[in-house]
């Protein structure tokens, strides 16, 4: 809603300034004006009452020579007949003391005082005459004449002011209230422009209008400009809200606390929250909510804020039902608000699928894909890994047992490789229900296999275990309904419980025994003395 404010126009306001300056200069005159008039005036009365005393001074003269108050009153009596006489008084110092007053009240006056020579010698003086002006008569004489002085002093103001008010409204006021009220009406961006002023185009009016128009024409351009940029601003923000709601990452900003500010809707979906979690856990404890490991999270944000630089891990969900072992990325950095608050800002996508996939690769790296079993390199790690640990216990040992499958060539020659596959899974198989948990079994390739049983308390316990695992590999493997395979086994067995043995040494030892049990009958096992002969136990066939 537009509110109309009421205007003044400025030959309104010039009226007035003019006119309160004619008045106070019209004051300001009319005081010195009456100032001077009365001086005027007074000097007027002193020069006629002193034309009046000349009349009188003879006959003044000889009342007072004479003493005769008869004549000094007719005297006194013709000065107070005169309107400029307010007191006359006629003395000689002896006998006569005559006085005549108006009856007026009037300030008081200097008189006029004049002296009485003798009629018959010029050097004798005989009396004074005393005259005291009418004040009136010289007010009223200086009120006429600065009345009117006054009235042609404000004559002239008047007209002359009259005059200016006349063309300052005909040459600058009127002119500037159309050039206004045109300028008024003008809607920024439009094409209307102010129109020249025909008796102006010369003058600095003229050059206003022009500047204006220049003006007009400027700013439309940066309104357009503004416009359109306004526009694209408007379509990024879209864009950028569109790619924020959309996007398949969860975007998110934190506090120091850890505390959850905002977020965009993909985050539940990435973090498989329930539909309504991120408006819940606004200012909530979000890092106790989404992940598994709170603290991985806090280390990304105090790794952001010490390097102010992004950080980047990978998180696991907090077991959520539909996905367990759910995975995401997270790339963090810190960033400072208009407020110099810090806060965190996270990218979070799923990655669950791909690091599925890196388990299998490393699985697959790490596990035979036939057998399942780990393959050499990874039972090699884990043994060196005990090797090299704290000294465990007392008569703690790690047992290495060498194995080697006896006929298995045969049955691949005989009846195929997906026999002989058969023969290996089902092996596998067999040596694992003979071990503990702990334990690790591995296929060195072929139908070559590594165990070795971790801590084996006494060392002696592996000799049964190995006696076990001869009698379950040499029972028959049923390749289908009406074909049954025997294979058997050769084990070389090594105790690491001489300090200082490393890995190799041990698959050298077991080695060296496994082929002394292949040389003296095979299925059966081998243990290599202190004195670095073979002992070989053969396990007997069990009907």
Same mark, same amino acid.
């Given at each position: ?372 079993? !780990?393959? +050499?390199?990874?039972?090699?790690? /884990? %043994?060196?890994?005990?090797? *090299?640990?704290? &000294? =465990? ?47 690790? !079994?591995? +296929?060195?390739?072929?139908?070559? /296999? %590594?165990?070795?049983?971790? *801590?084996?308390? &006494? =060392? ?84």
């Amino acid at each position: 809603m537009t509110t109309t404010t009421k205007r003044s126009h400025i030959h309104y306001k010039l009226a007035k300034s003019v006119l309160s300056g004619a008045s106070l200069l019209a004051v300001i005159i009319s005081t010195l004006f009456f100032v001077s008039e009365f001086k005027r005036s007074a000097d007027k009365t002193v020069v006629m009452l002193n034309q009046l005393l000349d009349t009188v001074e003879s006959t003044a003269a000889i009342a007072a020579y004479t003493g005769n108050h008869q004549i000094g009153d007719d005297v006194l009596k013709g000065l107070l007949r005169n309107d400029i006489v307010h007191q006359a008084r006629l003395e000689n110092g002896r006998q006569l003391d005559l006085k005549a007053v108006r009856n007026t009240e009037v300030p008081n006056q200097d008189e006029i005082v004049r002296t009485l020579h003798s009629p018959f010698a010029d050097n004798e003086v005989v009396g004074r005459l005393m005259v005291v002006p009418e004040a009136r008569f010289t007010l009223e004489e200086a009120r006429h004449s600065t009345l009117v002085g006054v009235i042609n002093s404000i004559t002239l103001i008047a007209v002359t002011a009259l005059m200016v008010l006349a063309l300052v409204r005909s040459y600058l006021s009127r002119p500037l209230l159309r050039v206004s009220d045109r300028l008024h009406a003008i809607m920024a961006g439009e094409q209307k422009r102010l129109d020249n002023l025909s008796r102006h185009q010369d003058d600095e009016l003229g050059q206003l209008v022009e500047d204006i128009n220049r003006l007009l024409d400027n700013l439309k351009e940066k309104f357009l400009a503004e416009h359109e940029l306004r526009q694209e601003i408007q379509l990024m923000e879209r864009k950028l809200r569109n790619i924020f709601d959309t996007t398949s990452a969860g975007i998110f900003q934190l506090d120091c606390e850890g505390n959850l500010i905002t977020a965009n809707p993909p985050l539940r979906r990435v973090l498989r929250l329930p539909p309504s979690a991120p408006v819940e856990l606004v200012g909530g404890k979000f890092l106790h909510a989404a992940f598994s490991d709170s603290e991985r999270v806090q280390e990304l944000m105090r790794q952001a804020e010490q390097h102010d630089q992004p950080v980047s891990g990978d998180l696991m969900l907090k077991n959520p039902q539909d996905a367990p072992n759910a995975w995401v990325h997270c790339l963090l950095s810190k960033q400072t608000d208009t407020d110099g608050q810090a806060r965190f800002e996270g990218v979070v996508y799923d990655i669950t699928e791909r690091h599925a996939a890196e388990r299998r690769t490393r699985h697959e790296a790490d596990h035979d894909s036939l057998t399942g079993l !780990v393959r +050499r390199h990874v039972a090699q790690r /884990f %043994l060196d890994q005990h090797l *090299n640990a704290t &000294p =465990a216990e007392e008569n703690e040992a790690q047992v290495v047992l060498l194995l080697d499958l006896d006929g298995f060539k045969d049955v691949n020659d005989r009846h195929g490789h997906k026999a002989g596959d058969q023969v290996l899974v089902e092996t596998a198989k067999r040596l694992k229900a003979c071990v503990r948990v702990g334990d690790v !079994v591995a +296929r060195l390739g072929g139908d070559e /296999f %590594l165990i070795i049983l971790v *801590n084996c308390i &006494p =060392a002696d316990h592996a000799w049964p275990i190995a006696r076990e695992l001869v009698t379950s590999v040499r029972r028959p493997i049923q390749i289908n309904p009406e074909l049954a395979v025997n294979i058997g086994v050769s084990i070389g067995i090594a105790v690491s419980e001489a300090s200082g043995l490393t890995t190799e040494d041990l698959l050298r030892t077991a080695d060296r025994a496994m082929y002394a049990v292949k040389h003296q009958g095979k299925n059966g096992f081998g243990i290599v003395r202190p004195d670095g002969t073979v002992d070989v136990h053969t396990v007997p066939q069990i009907d």
